[in-house]
């Protein structure tokens, strides 16, 4: 049976249209699952089984976290693989050559201690470095090719200006990363969301303005009265951030788009932790503050606990 397979991208979807010369249901492999098509013609939505493979993992001390930004699309069937024949990635915005940070954040929040990672997008054969002043945080001295995004991993104490240079420590350009350092508080909430250039912002969230819990039950009557067949429960938080500017509410805003978010944990002694949520704010919940901006977002955790 003749099969072609031809894979389609749309802005941050991937497609794979399936021909076949006949209508006999054929299996289609995509990495761990499986799905029937019983058409001629039929296409299939890759997005949600891509997305799955695309992970934030530790990676060195120097850039505790990363993100694998892409992934090749490939379908089997009948045992031949057909592969795609570019990269799908979560990037919802091209890369901007001229523009080298990978973030709309126009400055971070964040506490004293706590480590920051910011995203720069490095040209075959440059190496980066991240100062503070005269003082040198963080050194990354390999090569990479181009459009390569490399995390550099930073605790900042007031404002970083971020330096690329070349192989022989020639700065080609200056990326000014500002920051605001202040107390997270008991009940504050650190987040982590991957940004439309596919890379990962941070922003400290000041408190938990509001938790909910929610238990559902399906019951049905038998001869030994009503019996629970399934029970599931779940925690709702709403978590609030103040006095920001109208540029930082429209890079936070993609917040509620974002394919991942987590929360950040960091007990500053070691590898800060990333547990998974499911954004649940449909909008974004704007509040005015003494003319500044305030954002509240809603989540729940990833998982239901049964």
């Known amino acids: 049976m003749a099969i072609s397979v031809t894979f389609r991208f749309e802005e941050a979807q991937c497609f794979a249209d399936i021909t076949q010369d006949s209508a006999t249901p054929t299996t ?13 013609e039929q296409t299939i939505n890759l997005t949600p089984y891509l997305r799955e493979q695309i992970r934030i993992q530790a990676v060195t001390h120097e850039t505790f976290s990363s993100v694998n930004m892409s992934v090749v699309p490939a379908v089997t069937i009948n045992g031949k693989t057909y592969t795609a024949t570019a990269s799908y990635r979560l990037a919802s ?11 709309d954040l126009p400055y971070r929040v964040i506490d004293s201690g706590q480590t920051d990672v910011v995203y720069i997008q490095l040209n075959k054969g440059w190496s980066g470095e991240v100062r503070q002043g005269a003082t040198l945080l963080t050194y990354n001295d390999h090569r990479y090719e181009y459009n390569d995004i490399v995390p550099f991993a930073i605790q900042p104490t007031a404002d970083i200006k971020v330096t690329i240079s070349d192989d022989k420590g020639v700065a080609y350009d200056n990326i000014d990363i500002r920051y605001r350092i202040r107390p997270m508080g008991l009940n504050g909430v650190r987040l982590a969301w991957i940004n439309r250039y596919g890379a990962l912002d941070f922003w400290n969230f000041d408190h938990l303005r509001e938790q909910d819990f929610a238990a559902t039950s399906e019951t049905i009557y038998t001869h030994n009265g009503y019996t629970k067949l399934n029970t599931a429960a779940e925690r709702r938080y709403t978590v609030e951030t103040r006095e920001l500017t109208t540029e930082a509410l429209n890079a936070m805003s993609y917040i509620i788009a974002s394919p991942a978010v987590w929360i950040v944990t960091d007990n500053l002694t070691g590898y800060p932790t990333f547990e998974e949520v499911d954004v649940v704010t449909e909008e974004c ?20 606990v049964l």
């Open 28 to 40: 289609v492999f995509i990495g761990k699952y499986s799905k029937v098509i019983t058409e001629r």
């Open 285 to 304: 919940k704007v509040f005015n503050d003494a003319e500044l901006l305030g954002l509240q977002v809603s989540y729940r955790p990833k998982k239901r």
């Open 93 to 103: 915005v091209a890369f901007n050559p001229d523009d080298n940070l990978c973030s």
